[in-house]
C-alpha cells in the first residue's frame, strides 16, 4: 500500500508522548559547565569598561578578544557580531560570556560595565539607514491612475510577535576529535556551522548536530548560530562540554521577533471594481542589525498585491535600522505582513464602492495565465478562485454577512497566496543535496532537513518508500549532522516538502534503477553499500532577475480562503472568535494529518497575532517578556476549525505537493480585522485588543 | 526528604526550597517533565501531586514529602493517551507533550469537549492549534 496520501505512524515513534525523547536541556555531559551571557542593558552607546565584581575562582570568562576568527555571525551581510567590542546597538546585546560548573554560582556572578550612552533611534519611519531597498515595478502605475474612477488609500500596521516555542534555545558545545561539536536545538545546522567557521577560522574541526527541537516557526533559523557561537568559545577556552539554555525572558528579549511593519496602499479601479492600479509602500522595522530583514523583505514586497490582477502595479519596500535587537524569520517571512494589509485594504475598498467583497474579490483574483507583480507567469496549479468558492459556499459567507449583521457577530474573509521555496534565485544559488543510503533492511535518509514538530522525518520518509517502492518501515531518517548528512539548506521557507523532498525522490527513483528487481536487502547482501546524492534542479522554465525583481519569484504558490465568525463583548470589547473555515490548495498532502496539523497550528498563532499577542517595547527592549504577560492563545481562546485540503498537482514537486508551512500564517489576522469591520470597527492595525477596538469605536 | 515516585518509595536529599521540578530532572533523572517559562504558565512541567495536577516549576520540593508524585514516567511507555497523541498527531514538536498528557490523565472519564478545553487549558501547545490534542484524548477515551 503506497504510504503517500496515508496518516502513517510519525517516525518520531512515542518518545514526544513518553518524555524519553531528549532535548537540548536532558543532556547531561560528564564535566559540563553552565554557560550564560551578560548582555548591554541600554540600547545604543558605547562600552567604557567591563569589570568582572565576583570572584572569578572556577569561573571561564570570554569577551571578544578571545575570538581567533571573524567576530561576525556570517548569514548575509555579516554585520552582527557574536560579542560586542566596543559600539551596543541594541539592548540584551551579548558583551562578555561566563560559564561555572554551579548554575547558582554563575547566576549569582555579577559583572559591572560602565557606556558612554548615546540617543536611540526606535522609530523606523525616522531612521535613515535601509537595510534593503526594493522595488518592483510592472507596468505604468502613476498613468494608469489616470484611468481610474475610484482610488482608495489606506495604512496598515503590524506589530512585533514572538514565537513562544515552548522550548526555548539551548546548545551544548563539546570539545572532540580536536575540534568543538556543537549539539542544539536548531532549524538550519548548515547556518551554524558556517557561523562556527568564521568565529573559529577555517581549520577549525567544527561539526553541528541538531537535537530534538520543540518548536522553531523561523525563531530557530538564524539565532542558533549566535548561542552555537557562544558556547563554542566557552568550551574551547575551559577545554569542557559548556551547556547554554536561555530562560523564557532571556530567550524573549534578547531573541528574534516578526518584523513590524507599516504598509500604505493607494489603488485606483473602475466604477465596477477592476483592480487598474496598486501603488505599495511596504517598511519593516529590521533592527539593529541586518540579518535576514532584507530577504524577509523581499518576500513581503512580492505578497503585497495579494493575489490579485492588475497591470500597473508599484511595490516600494525598505527595511529600515532601529536600536532593537534583530528582528528575523518568523512563518510567513513578511508575507503575514503586507497580505494583512492588502486583504483589510480590499474590504475598505468594497466599503468604498458599495460591492460585495466577495465579489470585488472575484473580479480580481489571479488565474492560470494571468501576471503576478513581478510579471510571473502563472500556470494551472493558481487556484485562488477555488478556494474562495469553496469557502465561501461552506460558510454560507454571503447570507450569513446579511445575517448577522446587528447581531453583535461579525464574519470575515481573506484571500491569500504564499509562494512555496526560496525566494527569486535563491534555490539555483542554494544547491542542495539530498543523499540516500541502503541499509542491511532498507534504505537511510541524510539531509539537513530538521523535524521541529512538522513531521519531516515522516513525509521524507513517506516519499522515499513509495519512490523506491519499498515499505515505509524500512526507511530510516539519520538526526541532521553535518558531519554525515548532505547540505539540504534551510529548514525554511515552506520548502523542506516541495524543494528537499523532490530531491528524495529522485534518489530513490536512481537508487530504484540500480537494484533494478533486487530488494534493498537482497542487494545489499549481494554488492554491499550503495549511496545516491542529487542535487535540486530547478524546473528550466524559471527565470528571475535580482536586480529588476521581475520573473518566476516562486516555482509554485499555494492558496487559502479564512473565514473567521466572532464575537465582540458590547462593554469590555473582548473579541471572541467562534469559527474558522480554512480552505486550502497546496498540491496535495503527503500526510494528511501531518497537514491538517500544520494548518490548524498556523491558524492559531495567526489568531494569536490577530488578537491577543503585542509586545510591548520599552526603552528598546520588550518589557513584558513572559507568558504571563505575552498571552499566546489557550485551549479556551481557540475556536472550532473546520480545514478543508483541495488538490491541484504542481509537477514539480514530490507527488504533486508545493509548500505549505507557512501558508496557514497568512489568512487570520485580515480576516478577523475583516471580521470586526462587519461589527462597523474600522480597525488598520493588530493586534485587535480591546483597548485598540474602543479607540476605533469612539473615532 | 520521602515521598513516593511513580509507585516507588523514594528519599531524595535536596534542599526544601528547590522547585520540584529541578528535583525530578536534576536528583532523579526524569527528563520528561519539561520547563517552558519557569512560571506556572505555560503547564510543561505538569506533574501530578497526590492525583492533582500542578506546575513542578510553582512547587517547592519540601511540598513533596510524604507525598505521591507521578510523572510522566509514571504512565510507562503504552498508555492508551501516549499512543494516541502519536497516532492523532496530538504532538508534533512534543515538548508541552508530558505535560499535556498528565492534565489529560486526570480528566473525568465522562468528559466532554468543552471539559477537555478547561481542563487543558493550564497547558500551552504553540504547534497544533490544540484540535489534535482534543482528537487524541477523545480517541484515548474509547
Known amino acids: ?699 | 526528604m520521602r515521598f513516593t515516585l511513580n509507585g516507588a518509595p523514594t528519599d531524595v536529599g535536596a534542599h526544601p526550597m528547590k522547585r520540584l521540578l529541578d528535583v525530578l530532572r536534576e536528583e532523579c533523572g526524569l527528563t520528561g517533565t519539561k520547563e517552558g517559562c519557569g512560571e506556572g504558565e505555560c503547564g510543561a512541567c505538569t506533574v501530578l501531586i497526590d492525583g492533582a495536577p500542578v506546575c513542578s516549576c510553582l512547587v517547592p520540593f519540601a511540598q513533596a514529602e510524604n507525598a505521591t508524585v507521578v510523572t510522566i514516567e509514571g504512565l510507562g511507555d503504552d498508555h492508551a493517551l501516549q499512543r494516541c497523541f502519536m497516532d492523532e498527531v496530538g504532538a508534533q514538536c512534543g515538548i508541552c507533550t508530558p505535560g499535556m498528557i498528565m492534565a489529560a490523565y486526570v480528566l473525568a472519564p465522562d468528559a466532554s469537549l468543552d471539559d477537555i478545553k478547561v481542563g487543558l487549558a493550564g497547558n500551552l501547545c504553540r504547534c497544533t492549534g490544540y484540535s489534535a490534542i482534543y482528537r487524541a484524548v477523545q480517541k484515548a477515551r474509547t
Open chain 1, 1 to 699: 500500500m503506497p504510504a503517500v496520501g496515508r496518516s502513517v505512524s510519525r517516525k518520531d515513534g512515542i518518545g514526544k508522548a513518553t518524555g524519553r525523547t531528549r532535548y537540548a536541556d536532558d543532556i547531561a555531559l560528564p564535566g559540563m559547565l553552565f554557560g550564560r551571557t551578560i548582555r548591554s542593558t541600554i540600547a545604543h552607546g558605547t562600552v567604557r569598561s567591563v569589570r568582572p565584581a565576583f570572584d572569578t575562582a572556577g569561573f571561564t570568562i570570554v569577551d571578544h578578544r578571545d575570538i581567533t576568527g571573524r567576530n561576525v555571525v556570517a548569514l548575509i551581510d555579516d554585520d552582527q557580531p557574536f560579542l560586542v567590542e566596543r559600539t551596543v546597538r541594541h539592548m540584551a546585546e551579548p558583551i562578555l560570556l561566563l560559564a561555572h560548573e554551579n548554575k547558582e554560582a554563575l547566576l549569582a556572578a555579577k559583572v559591572e560595565i560602565e557606556y558612554d550612552v548615546a540617543e536611540p533611534l526606535f522609530d523606523p519611519e525616522q531612521s535613515t539607514q535601509s537595510f534593503k531597498d526594493i522595488t518592483i515595478v510592472k507596468g505604468d502605475v502613476d498613468a494608469a491612475f489616470a484611468r481610474a474612477d475610484v482610488i482608495v488609500e489606506g495604512t496598515y500596521r503590524t506589530g512585533h510577535q514572538e514565537h513562544v516555542y515552548i522550548e526555548t534555545n539551548g546548545v551544548i558545545a563539546v570539545p572532540e576529535d580536536d575540534g568543538i561539536t556543537v549539539y542544539g536545538s536548531l532549524q538550519c545546522p548548515f547556518y551554524a556551522l558556517k557561523a562556527l567557521k568564521s568565529l573559529f577560522g577555517a581549520d577549525a574541526k567544527l561539526r553541528v548536530v541538531q537535537t530534538e527541537t520543540g518548536g522553531g516557526f523561523g525563531g530557530k533559523e538564524e539565532y542558533p548560530s549566535m548561542i552555537a557561537g557562544h558556547a563554542a568559545l566557552l568550551a574551547h577556552k575551559s577545554g569542557r562540554p559548556v551547556k547554554i539554555i536561555y530562560d523564557r525572558v532571556e530567550d524573549m528579549v534578547a531573541t528574534t521577533k516578526r518584523h513590524p511593519s507599516i504598509v500604505r496602499h493607494r489603488t485606483g479601479l473602475t466604477r465596477d471594481g477592476k483592480l487598474v492600479a496598486m501603488d505599495v509602500n511596504v517598511l519593516l522595522d529590521g533592527g539593529a542589525y541586518s540579518t535576514l530583514s532584507g530577504v524577509v523583505l523581499s518576500r513581503g514586497c512580492i505578497h503585497a498585491a495579494g493575489p490579485y490582477r492588475c497591470d500597473d502595479i508599484r511595490i516600494v519596500g525598505r527595511a529600515m535600522m532601529t536600536n532593537t535587537p534583530p528582528n528575523g524569520a518568523f512563518r510567513g517571512f513578511g508575507a503575514p505582513q503586507t497580505e494583512f494589509a492588502v486583504e483589510v485594504h480590499m474590504e475598505r475598498i468594497a466599503e468604498t464602492l458599495d460591492m460585495d467583497s466577495v465579489t470585488l474579490r472575484e473580479i480580481n483574483a489571479l488565474k492560470p495565465g494571468d501576471r503576478t507583480a513581478t510579471g510571473q507567469l502563472l500556470r494551472e496549479d493558481a487556484s485562488a478562485l477555488q478556494v474562495l468558492e469553496e469557502a465561501v459556499r461552506r460558510t454560507d459567507f454571503r447570507r450569513k454577512r446579511e445575517t448577522l449583521r446587528g447581531t453583535g457577530k461579525g464574519i470575515g474573509l481573506s484571500l491569500f497566496l504564499h509562494g512555496a521555496g526560496f525566494t527569486g534565485a535563491g534555490e539555483e544559488r542554494l544547491k542542495s543535496k539530498a543523499r540516500l543510503d541502503l541499509t542491511e533492511s532498507g534504505v537511510r535518509i541524510l539531509v539537513a532537513s530538521t523535524e521541529i514538530g512538522q513531521g519531516t522525518r515522516t513525509m521524507h520518509a513517506q516519499i522515499v518508500a513509495d519512490a523506491l517502492d519499498i515499505p515505509y518501515e524500512s526507511v530510516e531518517v539519520a538526526q541532521p549532522d553535518t558531519a554525515l548528512v548532505a547540505d539540504s539548506g534551510p529548514t525554511v521557507a515552506s520548502r523542506t516538502c516541495m524543494i528537499v523532498g523532490k530531491i528524495l525522490e529522485r534518489c530513490a527513483i536512481e537508487m530504484k534503477r540500480t537494484l533494478g528487481t533486487m530488494s534493498p536487502a537482497e542487494y545489499y547482501g549481494a554488492k554491499g553499500p550503495l549511496s545516491v546524492t542529487m542535487e535540486h534542479v530547478p524546473p528550466d522554465w524559471i527565470r528571475w532577475n535580482d536586480d529588476t525583481y521581475q520573473g518566476d519569484a516562486y516555482p509554485t504558490y499555494a492558496w487559502g480562503c479564512d473565514v473567521v465568525e466572532l464575537e465582540l463583548d458590547p462593554d469590555t470589547y473582548e473579541v471572541r472568535p467562534t469559527h474558522v473555515t480554512v480552505v486550502q490548495e497546496f498540491g496535495r498532502p503527503i500526510h494528511p494529518a501531518l497537514a491538517q496539523g500544520q494548518i490548524e497550528g498556523g491558524t492559531v498563532q495567526g489568531l494569536g497575532y490577530a488578537l491577543l499577542e503585542r509586545v510591548v517595547m520599552q526603552d528598546g527592549a520588550m518589557a513584558n517578556s513572559t507568558l504571563t504577560n505575552y498571552t499566546i492563545p489557550t485551549t479556551l481562546d481557540t475556536p472550532e476549525m473546520d480545514i478543508v485540503m483541495l488538490e491541484n498537482h504542481y509537477d514539480g514537486g514530490p507527488f504533486g505537493a508545493k509548500g505549505l508551512g507557512e501558508l496557514p500564517m497568512d489568512g487570520p489576522a485580515p480576516a478577523v480585522v475583516n471580521a470586526l469591520r462587519h461589527l462597523g470597527l474600522d480597525l488598520r492595525e493588530i493586534p485587535a485588543l480591546p483597548e485598540t477596538l474602543l479607540s476605533c469605536a469612539s473615532r
